[in-house]
């Protein structure tokens, strides 16, 4: 007999980086919270800084600590300019980087940009027992990588595994 499981709602901050953006303009951002919603989760918080690695660790520090935010997302910086600072931001703050989400999302983004995939430095990783997804600005990429990976993987229902049944173990030593 299979084991039926119920949805866990989780808390999930969104973060914009961006020097172009605020709430009005910020398609990406709204995109992603909207998305989380529907999907059932809360949207614990939203901020947009722009793409300055220090910025961007001052807010991420506030929420890897505060333990009622289990996810953050952020969109824009990780491409390849001058500008595109949010892997460096990130990386330092992460305990553990989840290769196989850069990895698989570049794949994926492969079947509807082609080679300009190779441009995007998404990565993902967990800080403090918190999961970091940095996705790139663009809300098509942002889409693409909710609903062909982040969603499912944040729905404690997915079998074989999933990301929420790895919680409660994420800060063991």
Known sequence: MSEQRDFIPLNIAVLTVSYSRDEASDKSGALLVRLLSEAGHNAAQKNIVPDDKYRIREVLSRWIVDESISVVLTTGGTGVTGRDGTPEAVTPLLDKIIDGFGETFRSLSYQTIGTSTLQSRAIAGVANGTYIFSLPGSSGACKDAWTMLISSQLDY????????????????T
């Open 157 to 172: 229902r997915t079998r074989p595994c999933n990301l929420v049944e790895l919680m409660p173990r994420l800060r063991e």
